[in-house]
Structure formats: C-alpha cells, structure tokens
C-alpha cells in the first residue's frame, strides 16, 4: 500500500506561481512513476504531468513551458512547480502514484488551486 499526501495548493492571481508537493509512504518501491492530474468542476480528470523513476517526464500540451515535475527520491517526494498560472488551471490536483504496468494506482486526496483572473 502506498499513501500520498498533497499540499502547497491555495488561490493566486493569474500570472502568478505555485508549487504543489506529494510526499509518499509505505511501499513506495513498488511505484515506477508518479504525477499529477486535476479535474476541475463539471469535467473529467486530466493528466498534468508524469515523471518516472528514470527521470522522464511528461507533459499536457496545456502546461508544457509552465508546468515543471520533479522528484526528489531522498524524501520520496514529487513537486509540481506552475508558473504563469491561468484562469483555466484552476481545479482540484491529485498526486498519482502508478506500479510497474499500470496495474495499481494510487491517488493522495487532492488540493485544490484557484486561479482568479
């Protein structure tokens, strides 16, 4: 079992900047890629970025040169750095934690993110 917890979202003006963070517990080794996804009200959940073990990231086309995913393994934590925050980008962000095939996920309880224009 793995549990993530979330934190850092809030409200910021348009323009401005946040950093989310999801720090993991309990079999974290089982987990080979972790990210973030967010639904905002009345629509689907969407992904915002991945990042594997290995380093590789990726990105919604919505925040590609805004967004930045990382990790840092010594305190088996993913960080979700926003820049140039949009009206748009307000929603509710999920940290993820996925196992070897995508056959377990996990997900942290979500902090929410309102951007005001």
């Known amino acids: 079992q793995v549990h993530l917890v979330e934190s850092g979202g809030g409200l910021v003006q348009a323009g401005g900047s946040l950093r989310l963070s999801c720090a993991a517990s309990?079999?974290?080794?089982?987990?080979?890629?972790m990210g973030w996804y967010r639904q905002a009200l009345g629509k689907q959940r969407e992904l915002v970025a991945t990042?594997?073990?290995?380093?590789?990231?990726n990105y919604a086309d919505s925040v590609k040169g805004r967004f930045t995913i990382s990790r840092d393994s010594a305190k088996n934590t993913v960080y979700l750095q926003m820049n140039s925050l949009k009206a748009e980008d307000t929603a509710v962000y999920y940290c993820?934690?996925?196992?070897?095939?995508?056959?377990?996920?996990?997900w942290g309880q979500g902090t929410q993110v309102t951007v005001s224009s």
């Open positions: 309990g079999n974290i080794f089982s987990l080979n890629a």
């Open positions: 990042i594997t073990n290995g380093g590789r990231t």
């Open positions: 993820n934690g996925q196992s070897l095939g995508a056959l377990i996920n996990y």
